[in-house]
């Protein structure tokens, strides 16, 4: 077994009992002396026996004193330097240097102390590198999502101004509805008095058709009554010629008689032709009645077609001013819904400003947080402390601090460490 296997404690039990051991021997040979020299007094060797005691004790002190010395100097030997290489590891591992190796020189408190240290370095080294690897992440995520929320904001402005000219289109084409609203309306209103103002012209069109007919009618019994007195002129001139023939034959007797149905004989001839020029005006007049009745009678035709034809403008003109209406209304719930969209559009914006934010700072924390862990050397390292490979990005608050400011304050505690260790 080597001796730095060999507890502290276990040590120090030993070296005291050496101690103790040698003061007993010193003590037994001063009293073995103290014996011989009374039993000796007699005969006169008391004082050489005295004085062979009094050397062996001083012999016997000065050999215990030597060995107690030697076996201080070895205890603290071997308690001083293993605690002083644990301190000069406990300095480095606090001066953020993890890559030197512990050895582990003994297996007693000391040795337990260096193993502990050594457990601990590993494990700041193990946490360290999953800080680190975790700080990358966070940065690396950080910035995506801080570029990601970037292009959203600058695709929520495009959508924002793209909403905003919408609105104002449509507040145009709502302006541009309502008129078209008003003017169908006032169309229809038009067209309305328009059917009404046909509907009259068609029954005035119906009546003089009706009146027409009756004039018709009127001038066939006019012809009929002209035909009768052409024919009782025709009868009377027939009559007043065998009244003349009859007068003839009476001579001088009816000389007179001659006269009268002479004269009976030209009126008759007058009545015959005032009757045919009657009739003939009376032919003309029913022919013309006749073409202006089937003029009415087409006209009549066209305006109950043209009648037809307003209702009909009149039902679409309302159709119309009913489909302008709703389109009207349908418009002003777009314009509800771009309204809406408008203000939701813009509290996105504003939220996806606020996320852009908290992006940056979490990218700045993520960079302030691995230059903090870059203080810490582990092995491999260039030997360069507070690296970090996560770029700072400006910040989107006001007031945030540069990550020149927070490396200051990160190296301000490392020189405060390193002072305090020299």
């Not at 020299?37 to 050489?48: F, L, R, Y």
């Not at 009913?322 to 969209?341: D, V």
């Amino acid at each position: 077994m080597k001796i730095a296997d060999i507890k502290i404690g276990q040590r120090l039990t030993i070296a005291f009992s050496l101690t103790t051991l040698m003061l007993a021997v010193v003590v037994a040979v001063g009293t073995m002396g103290l014996r011989a020299t009374s039993v000796e007094h007699a005969s006169g060797n008391a004082q050489q026996i005295a004085s062979f005691y009094s050397t062996l004790m001083i012999a016997l002190g000065v050999a215990g004193g030597a060995l107690s010395l030697f076996t201080a100097w070895y205890i603290t030997r071997g308690i001083v330097g293993p605690i002083r290489h644990a301190v000069r590891v406990a300095r480095t591992v606090a001066g953020g240097d993890l890559s030197s190796h512990i050895e582990i020189r003994s297996r007693d408190e000391i040795g337990q102390l260096s193993a502990a240290l050594k457990e601990m370095n590993a494990s700041l080294i193990s946490i360290v590198s999953e800080v680190r690897g975790g700080t990358e992440a966070i940065g690396t995520a950080s910035a995506e999502i801080a570029a990601g929320n970037m292009d959203l904001s600058e695709r929520t402005e495009r959508q924002a101004g793209s909403l905003e000219e919408t609105a104002s289109s449509m507040e145009e084409l709502t302006s541009t509805v309502k008129q078209n609203a008003a003017n169908a309306l006032q169309a229809n209103q038009l067209a309305v008095s328009a059917s009404d103002v046909a509907g009259q012209g068609g029954a005035v069109v119906a009546q003089v058709v009706d009146t027409m007919a009756s004039i018709n009618a009127s001038a066939r019994k006019i012809v009929d009554i002209i035909a009768v007195i052409d024919g009782i002129a025709f009868q009377t001139n027939i009559l007043a010629l065998n009244a003349a023939v009859e007068a003839a034959r009476a001579g001088e007797q009816g000389r007179g008689f001659a006269v009268v149905a002479n004269e009976v004989r030209n009126l008759a001839q007058r009545s015959a032709a005032a009757a045919r020029e009657i009739k003939g005006l009376i032919g003309d007049s029913v022919g013309q009645v006749d073409a202006g009745a089937r003029l009415v009678d087409q006209a009549g035709v066209t305006m109950t077609e043209i009648v037809a034809s307003v209702r009909r403008v009149t039902d679409i003109m309302s159709d119309i001013a009913a489909a302008s209406q709703e389109q009207l209304s349908g418009i002003e719930h777009i314009n509800g819904a771009i309204a809406e969209m408008d203000q939701t559009t813009q509290q996105n914006a504003a939220l996806v400003e606020q996320a852009s934010a908290a992006a940056a700072t979490l990218r700045d924390q993520a960079t302030h947080l691995q230059g903090a862990v870059g203080v810490f050397k582990l092995v491999g390292d260039a030997g360069t402390r507070g690296s970090a490979s996560v770029k700072p990005i400006k910040s989107a608050r006001h007031g945030a601090p540069g990550p020149r400011q927070h490396y200051a304050a990160l190296d301000a505690p490392s020189a405060r460490r390193s002072s305090t260790a020299r």
